[in-house]
């Protein structure tokens, strides 16, 4: 059984508020990256709040630790309850971000192997894998795995154990079936499927169900 994020990637307060009201009661959680913050700002976490469901930064951070604790800083002051972070910038780099999310009560995932193609240039197998590793070791939350790869997925399960989350994109718009992955991940992340569609309540209820 697998929980439910949306992908909350519109842009503007109008839209984020129209698609969170309607999707209200099946989602587990509400994900916000750069397009909807730099459209609107990060207050946008507090009018999101009254969801009363985690709102999880995706700001893929990548930076040297002093600026990914002062990225942690913001993000946590803002409302936010967990931060997605790369790992590639190197082990201190992301203790910062692990340690600068649990110092606010936070949560941190780390990203191991992406969802779409290009993923396989980087980030994606023995490098994924290592970064696993990294992000076991850092005492991260939860890592972020492909839900178009769900037999990576399913490595990347077995080098964390099963303690730590995995949250999955690529369910919908990248072509991914929550069947694909939901015994593997504890979420799947939703966006363009859910926000695109014509009733993204119903679209919504439709993905909870099938990740039961
Ligand atoms: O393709 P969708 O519209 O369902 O959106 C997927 C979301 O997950 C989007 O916010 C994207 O930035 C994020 N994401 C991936 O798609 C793939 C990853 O490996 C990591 C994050």
């Given at each position: ?48 709040a ?23 800083e ?14 590639f910038?190197g ?16 949560s ?6 992406m ?11 023995a ?6 590793k990294?992000?076991?070791?850092s ?13 990576r997925?399913?490595?990347?399960r ?8 995995i ?31 014509a ?7 439709e ?6």
């Open positions: 059984m697998a929980e439910l994020l949306l992908a909350l990637d519109v842009k503007g307060r109008e839209e984020a508020a129209r698609v969170a009201l309607a999707c209200e009661g099946e989602l587990d959680a509400i994900k916000i990256g750069y397009p909807l913050v730099l459209s609107t700002g990060l207050g946008i976490v507090k009018e999101l009254k969801a009363n469901i985690p709102i999880i930064a995706d700001f893929k951070v990548a930076d040297i630790p002093n600026t990914n604790a002062l990225i942690c913001e993000v946590f002051a803002a409302g936010c309850s967990g931060i997605i972070t790369h790992a910038c082990s201190d780099s992301l203790l910062a971000i692990v340690d600068g999310a649990h110092d606010h009560g936070g941190a995932f780390v990203v191991c192997e969802s779409h193609p290009g993923a396989l240039d980087f980030l994606s197998g490098n994924a894998e290592r970064m696993a990294m992000a076991k070791e005492g991260a939350d939860g890592i972020i795995a492909p839900a178009t790869r769900p037999d997925t399913a490595v990347l077995s080098v964390i154990g099963g303690s730590m989350k949250y999955s994109p690529g369910v919908g718009a990248q072509g991914a079936q929550p069947e694909d992955v939901k015994k593997y991940v504890d979420g799947i992340i939703v966006g363009r499927a859910i926000y695109e569609s009733d993204p309540g119903k679209a919504a209820h993905f909870r169900v099938r990740a039961l």
